[in-house]
């Protein structure tokens, strides 16, 4: 599992999960970067995305970037499933492997909010920002603790997981799961064949059409797509546990911002409680996460901004240093936030 041991634990307990399960001795890691000021304004959290933990959000901050621990109290969260938080890999006997629980984001978030009030002793945050599933927490966390945010910012991410994106999980699953040694996630052994042939399909939807043809590649140091495919397969198949792999998958699929008691599945109505100012920040050419849902979010968001950003790369345009314009674009999407009333 990419990673490193550099990191703070917070206890929580036994955690009631939103889908009825329950979490047992769960565990947030977690890193922080800079220090809270007197005034306790300066806080910004970059939850984890897909396969990511708080090492791969250090691409986000840095001296004399929007994000600057010298200015901004940066808390990095990593999500369950990670396997740095509570996993399959890691969790309680009575959790671990094939018995863990469904866990959505909206567990995410309230344990991050748990973290954040008991034990770093924050009461505001200025951003919530990050990419992917971890932008998808951004619009949790707006819906879920309205007083409390600021800012938000999901780039390549979206409110809900739409039905095409459910339709990409379940191929990726499938690919996986077909591997017999997979044995219902009851394996003794590593399934790595289905490791391997889920790195391959993801690899095909991570970029766009056009970063394929125009051999764009070549920029990430493979001569060919082979070349590609292969190494997303090696990584997949010796760096990630599956369940880890399938139960993140799992809050993915389930993404919405409006199932539970308080909406019961009115999207808009959802949409329309966020009081935080947001940009939005899709690429034109994410094969998960397109433009169009963005538009339909923004529609019904009152201090929402749409900012579409055109690059081949697609959904993988939010990893960085892929794109350094990205980059850019992204941090001065981020200071207009940050530099805000």
């Given at each position: 599992?990419?990673?490193?041991?550099?990191?703070?634990?917070?206890?929580?307990?036994?955690?009631?999960?939103?889908?009825?399960?329950?979490?047992?001795?769960?565990?947030?890691?977690?890193?922080?970067?800079?220090?809270?000021?007197?005034?306790?304004?300066?806080?910004?959290?970059?939850?984890?995305?897909?396969?990511?933990?708080?090492?791969?959000?250090?691409?986000?901050?840095?001296?004399?970037?929007?994000?600057d621990p010298a200015r901004h109290f940066v808390v990095s969260v990593n999500m369950f499933g990670n396997g740095l938080s509570t996993s399959p890999s890691n969790a309680h006997a009575g959790n671990r492997g094939a018995q863990f629980p469904e866990v959505a984001l909206q567990d995410n978030v309230a344990c991050q909010h748990r973290l954040l009030t008991e034990r770093l002793g924050v009461r505001r945050i200025r951003l919530v920002a990050g990419w992917s599933m971890a932008g998808c927490q951004a619009y949790h966390w707006a819906v879920r603790f309205p007083d409390m945010v600021d800012?938000?910012?999901?780039?390549?991410?979206?409110?809900?997981?739409?039905?095409?994106?459910?339709?990409?999980?379940?191929?990726?699953?499938?690919?996986?799961?077909?591997?017999?040694?997979?044995?219902?996630?009851?394996?003794?052994?590593?399934?790595?064949?289905?490791?391997?042939?889920?790195?391959?399909?993801?690899?095909?939807?991570?970029?766009?059409?056009?970063?394929?043809?125009?051999?764009?590649?070549?920029?990430?140091?493979?001569?060919?797509?082979?070349?590609?495919?292969?190494?997303?397969?090696?990584?997949?198949?010796?760096?990630?546990?599956?369940?880890?792999?399938?139960?993140?998958?799992?809050?993915?699929?389930?993404?919405?911002?409006?199932?539970?008691?308080?909406?019961?599945?009115?999207?808009?109505?959802?949409?329309?409680?966020?009081?935080?100012?947001?940009?939005?920040?899709?690429?034109?050419?994410?094969?998960?996460?397109?433009?169009?849902?963005?538009?339909?979010?923004?529609?019904?968001?009152?201090?929402?901004?749409?900012?579409?950003?055109?690059?081949?790369?697609?959904?993988?345009?939010?990893?960085?240093?892929?794109?350094?314009?990205?980059?850019?674009?992204?941090?001065?999407?981020?200071?207009?936030?940050?530099?805000?009333?």
């Open positions: 599992m990419n990673g490193r041991d550099d990191h703070e634990v917070f206890e929580l307990g036994d955690v009631e999960l939103v889908g009825g399960g329950c979490l047992r001795g769960a565990r947030l890691a977690y890193m922080t970067y800079g220090a809270l000021n007197e005034t306790r304004d300066n806080v910004v959290l970059l939850p984890t995305f897909y396969t990511g933990t708080h090492l791969r959000n250090e691409g986000y901050f840095g001296p004399g970037r929007a994000i800012t938000i910012l999901p780039f390549c991410a979206s409110a809900r997981t739409s039905p095409h994106n459910q339709v990409f999980l379940d191929g990726v699953k499938s690919a996986l799961t077909a591997d017999p040694d997979w044995r219902s996630g009851t394996y003794e052994e590593p399934p790595v064949a289905g490791l391997r042939a889920f790195g391959v399909v993801y690899a095909g939807w991570a970029y766009s059409q056009t970063f394929f043809r125009d051999g764009l590649y070549r920029r990430l140091g493979f001569a060919s797509p082979e070349a590609l495919l292969e190494e997303w397969a090696r990584e997949h198949s010796e760096d990630w546990d599956a369940n880890d792999l399938l139960a993140m998958l799992g809050s993915w699929r389930l993404a919405d911002i409006s199932s539970g008691e308080r909406f019961q599945g009115d999207f808009e109505r959802a949409l329309a409680s966020i009081r935080a100012r947001a940009i939005l920040l899709p690429c034109a050419q994410d094969l998960y996460f397109p433009p169009e849902d963005n538009e339909i979010e923004a529609r019904h968001m009152p201090n929402a901004e749409l900012r579409v950003f055109e690059s081949p790369w697609g959904h993988c345009v939010g990893s960085p240093g892929n794109d350094p314009e990205f980059d850019a674009f992204l941090d001065s999407c981020i200071r207009d936030l940050l530099d805000s009333g």
